[in-house]
């Protein structure tokens, strides 16, 4: 059985928040996780990140944790000192998480975002390079934390390394360790797939985590994302990890301003109704 939860910035204009009170939120809701933000967790104190984790463990909600690297520690940048700053910053969060108890860091986490290709440039194989070089040797701290880093394949309008599974397939056998795996969404498979089934299935074992949402950011339930080949595909697999919804519905802040949200799409909803109604239907899907 899938776990499924929901991304704090949901709830959020900014990326930077309080964590404690969408804990009790996604718990009353019924999920059960909820995703957070790995930087902020990498900046708080030993102390918080311990209140966190007790008040988590206290509503039986798991923690995984997401980011897209900031451009100063992009760890495939031609920058040397950019590239040893992210590889510092992955180690940070790696170390963070694992004093939480382990779990899953993903993103955009093996270069950064948002992310265009240079200007001049045609090329991507010697960022890709560099930027293997880096989660080579990012992924010790992992693997001495019993964390995983999963690295999500997003649309060419967002970053341009990894923008289908098959590219992801090869980063990630390319690094070689077990703790780097693969975090597929349903929104950029949309975008860049030819068909999303076939590339949860290419994933296969390397799949190691999930974000699901619509064509239009909304929750499931609102586009025409094909939820019953994706049940089918994630069944063909075998895979049971998490399953964490990301809608983006207001605009406004920084996160509506870098999820691209010019569009009111919570008009006459209730937020939190709508979180209990997706998460209804994913348990469908993915029965």
Known sequence: MNKIGIYYAYWTHEWDADFHPFIDKVADIGFDILE???????RMTAEERRSLRSHADARGIALTYCIGLPHEFDIASPDATTRRKGISYLVQMAKSVGEMGGGKVGGIIYSSWPMNMPKGESDKRPYLERSIASMKEAAKAAEDNNVIFNVEVVNRFEQFLLN?????VSYVG?????????LLDTFHLNIEEDFVGEAIIRAGDSLGHLHIGENNRMPPGYGHI???EIGAALRQIHYTGDVVMEPFLMPGGQVGADIKVYRDLSVGLDLDEEARKALLFMRGVLK
């Open 164 to 168: 289908t599974c098959a590219e992801a």
């Open 226 to 228: 094909p939820w019953t």
């Open 174 to 182: 390319a690094v070689g360790s077990p703790n780097v795996k693969i």
């Open 36 to 42: 957070t933000n790995a930087g902020t967790v990498a």
